[in-house]
């Protein structure tokens, strides 16, 4: 029987139970998880910051970046030339809102979250001075110094760049743009701070109009999202969902049945088309940080309600069409798959891991895409041309004795026409103006050396299938 304090407690939460906006409003403070075991436990080392820490989920007060925390933030109090307690001032405005931001605060040990407004002052001015010396904007910074000079961004900026992109190694939007509005009275123009991440993250040009953002990790996601596709090209209904189980063919396959491959007009992940016979897709740059990169913002679209689910559909998709190297080699022969990784095994295996134990938007935009390759795939030229190609063109030997073959076939075919041709149309010298009648003669025997008989005909067409088997 339940115990008479769990009724109690059970009928006081009920009617201090939280009305549905209310609910709605809870839910929509978080923005920065803390991932579960269950998922980190496959690729520790892809969610946890190896060079610097960002917020109160990974601090450690002795690791060696810290110092130059503290460098950076005096640098920047001493340019702006503001007193630190205005920054405390205004972060402490909005504390709270902070502090929802992390949706398992109370799990970081109470010594951390006693200085969580340091944290956030510390971390979001070390931030912005990185950015700042990426864009070769501050001149206050010795020439060798070892994070913020040449050998800084040539060394450690670029691991820098690989944490920042961490779900748990986030800073609320907010810390960053309550610092730049202390450090400049002057009102700095609207995405102010979103220019300055894109600038620091993208090397393509991007727009940085993306609409509110909650953290990096966020414009990053939306600006690989960016600019939208054409379209034209997704105007397609799908008209049923009674073939949930079709697959895709990997890539070689897909061009073994016609299909051309081709890049995107965009670098967007959501530009992804097919149109008469032609699939194009986004070009995409593979090395040693895509890994982290892409699981990071998997987990975003999958823990942050209402984020979208691109990132995810397009690494389903390429997963689908992605199977060994030789896939990998084709798309990367057509401009589509830039590899700085190493091996197209390595490649291949890379986009065959990120998507375990993820499941498919059936409302996604790139399922329409899917069906349209499916189904052309599936139209009878189409797939026996893939089967004549994988069955009788998979090597240059194959190749040649089939072309043999044929030679050989048609050869046969010419030697038995010519052959027989003189036995029924005998050549006729006889003029109109003049008769001659001669006596009937019996019609010409023909020997076996001067023609081909018809089971030679027969012979041939097995000695080619012969051989094409053969060499499979």
């Not at 009920?14 to 269950?38: Q, V």
């Not at 190896?50 to 690791?63: D, M």
């Not at 700042?132 to 450690?156: C, E, M, S």
Request: hydrophobic content about 40%.
């Amino acid at each position: 029987m339940a115990s008479t304090g769990w009724i109690i407690q059970i009928n006081e939460d009920l009617k201090n139970m939280e009305g549905l906006s209310t609910e709605k409003d809870h839910w929509n403070k978080g923005s920065i998880y803390k991932l579960p075991a269950s998922l980190t436990d496959m690729n520790e080392k892809a969610y946890k910051p190896q060079t610097v820490s960002f917020g109160p989920y990974h601090y450690n007060s002795l690791n060696p970046m810290e110092e130059h925390k503290h460098r950076a933030l005096l640098h920047f109090l001493k340019r702006c030339g503001e007193p630190v307690e205005l920054f405390v001032d205004a972060l402490a405005e909005v504390e709270n809102e902070l502090k929802d931001s992390y949706t398992l605060l109370c799990s970081v040990p109470k010594e951390i979250t006693d200085i969580f407004l340091q944290l956030m002052i510390l971390d979001g001015c070390f931030m912005l001075e990185i950015m700042r010396t990426a864009a070769h904007v501050l001149d206050d910074y010795a020439p060798n110094d070892p994070i913020f000079g040449k050998h800084g961004r040539l060394h450690v900026v670029p691991y820098i760049k690989r944490d920042m992109l961490m779900l748990e190694n986030q800073l609320p939007m907010l810390v960053l743009e309550k610092l730049v509005a202390v450090e400049d009275d002057k009102a700095k123009d609207e995405g102010f701070v979103t220019k300055l991440i894109v600038k620091f993250l993208c090397s393509s040009n991007v727009s940085p109009n993306m609409g509110k953002c909650v953290h990096v990790l966020d414009v990053y996601r939306k600006s690989l999202l960016q600019p939208e596709p054409d379209r034209k090209y997704i105007r397609y209904k799908i008209r049923s969902r009674e073939h949930d189980d079709e697959i895709i063919w990997s890539a070689t396959t897909l061009n073994e049945a016609g299909i051309r491959f081709k890049k995107s007009a965009t670098t967007s992940l959501k530009d992804i088309t097919f149109a008469r016979g032609v699939l194009r897709l986004p070009v995409v740059v593979v090395d040693d940080t895509t890994e982290s990169m892409f699981l990071n913002l998997m987990a975003f679209e999958r823990f942050h309600v209402g984020a979208g689910n691109e990132v995810t559909s397009y690494l389903l998709f390429m997963d689908n069409i992605i199977d060994n190297a030789m896939d990998v080699a084709l798309l990367h022969s057509k401009g589509i798959i830039q590899n700085a990784l190493g091996s197209d095994k390595a490649v291949a295996n890379l986009f065959n891991s990120l998507s375990k134990d993820v499941t498919q938007d059936p409302d996604s935009s790139l399922q329409i895409v899917h069906k349209r390759v499916y189904h052309y795939c599936r139209k009878p030229w189409n797939e026996w041309r893939a089967n004549l190609i994988h069955t009788y063109f998979r090597n240059p030997w194959a190749i040649i004795s089939f072309i043999a073959g044929v030679f050989l076939f048609v050869f046969t075919i010419a030697q038995t026409g010519y052959a027989i041709y003189p036995y029924y149309h005998p050549p006729n010298d006889s003029s109109p103006s003049t008769v001659i009648l001669v006596p009937a003669t019996p019609p010409p025997k023909h020997s076996s050396s001067d023609s081909t008989s018809p089971s030679t005909l027969v012979i041939s067409f097995f000695l080619v299938t012969m051989v094409c088997m053969l060499t499979n």
